[in-house]
DNA sequence: ATAATAGTGTCTATGAGACAGTATAGC
DNA sequence: GCTATACTGTCTCATAGACACTATTAT
């Protein structure tokens, strides 16, 4: 035991990072934020905040969600931890990272501390290595990503991307750009109906049949 | 950020936490310590080990599940991260849960460091409320289950918790067991046989039909 | 009428569930 | 033979996928 005395008493930073997924112009984008300082200075990281001693994991997640996003009453939910001791090579931190799925017209970035700029990026040029990414931020976004593919075939997860009432195709879109493949619209509509209700208003003043509201059922 | 100095400079510790789940006598059982110092002396809690600032999360919970179960090379899976202000009356801690499953044969309980005993309980007799937990840990035994429950229907991890070779029957009474309920012979084999595969040698010895061994498929 | 998109009906393939049957060991 | 457990064949039903069809708006 004597031999790790100064392992246990210096205790890790605990931060959490976040995933703030939202769709704009028919792609499915992800908040950054761009690095003012080094560590990797000029670098794209995820938003996050160190965890205060006077909130829970969840509250910090908020917390930083309402900083560097403006955004507020949101669906989130925990994604992992991350716990590598080199992740960050000032010191070591340890970052729980959270998910958050939101309607492009509740965003409003906020450029704060330690940030140059804050922007919404397709995951595909995330991925595509055409962005330098901070940390380890390359994997939780792949893992993040992996998790909402999964989660919404079978949660109604895809509410949260769009307003209180959307017609079906508008829902059958978002699907189609998180899955990555065209969907039959008969299917589709069978398996969300169980889901979704009927707003009584329509949609109107294109040059096409209009579509009726829905919204996601109690 | 002036009021906040203080949030921001102390830290939390971080601990994991560590599900060990086995079967021995037809039930699923979760390895507990008996707490012999406060808080929550004389209660039930899950292993535990302070993660090191020279070590990551997995390798803190492998150092766990090494000392407190004598378990080494064992399935693990991280679960969830805990991080209530209040969920260790003495002290800021965050804890990360981890999963591990492990045939019985291997587990190899080891008193530790405030501990009392340690053993194997029934999950039943532990969530029915006839063992008095500490900390959260209802909340991630409940959590943890939850987990298993689900991914067995749809990943191969029955298989950590049978030795090398098997027959399909004993590995059906697997799922039953963690599942709840019993299930078709036939149905079983059909979704199963995709995982396995025959070892050539057969049981024997007792008045019936032998059954196959089986091993798990590369 | 035409273009464009919304919405429906229905056939088929796949897989889960249910159940009855056959097989092989010890006694 | 009997008992006990291992193993197999097959019917049914629910669901996902594929695709063709009909409906309603603006121009």
Chains 1, 2 share one sequence.
Do not use: C
């Amino acid at each position: 035991m004597k031999k790790y005395d100064k392992d246990m008493y210096e205790k890790p930073s605990v931060a959490v990072d976040l995933l703030v997924f939202t769709i704009e112009e028919n792609k499915l984008k992800l908040l950054m934020v761009e690095r003012s300082e080094e560590p990797f200075k000029g670098y794209y990281a995820l938003p996050g905040v160190f965890v205060r001693m006077n909130e829970t994991l969840d509250e910090a997640a908020r917390r930083g969600l309402e900083e560097e996003a403006g955004l507020s009453e949101i669906y989130m939910e925990q994604l992992y931890t991350w716990g590598d001791i080199q992740r960050d090579p000032r010191m070591r931190i340890i970052s729980v990272s959270y998910i958050a799925l939101v309607a492009k017209s509740k965003v409003n970035p906020v450029v704060g501390q330690r940030v140059l700029d804050v922007g919404l990026y397709t995951v595909d040029e995330i991925q595509k290595g055409s962005m330098k990414l901070a940390f380890d931020h390359d994997k939780i976004i792949s893992y993040g990503l992996e998790r909402i593919r999964n989660k919404i075939e079978y949660q109604p997860i895809a509410f949260e991307l769009v307003g209180e009432q959307f017609t079906l195709p508008e829902l059958q879109k978002i699907y189609e750009i998180i899955l990555g493949k065209p969907l039959y619209k008969a299917n589709f509509r069978k398996r969300i109906m169980e889901f979704v209700e009927e707003t009584g208003e329509m949609t109107g003043g294109e040059n096409h049949r209009p579509s009726k509201l829905h919204r996601r059922k109690s």
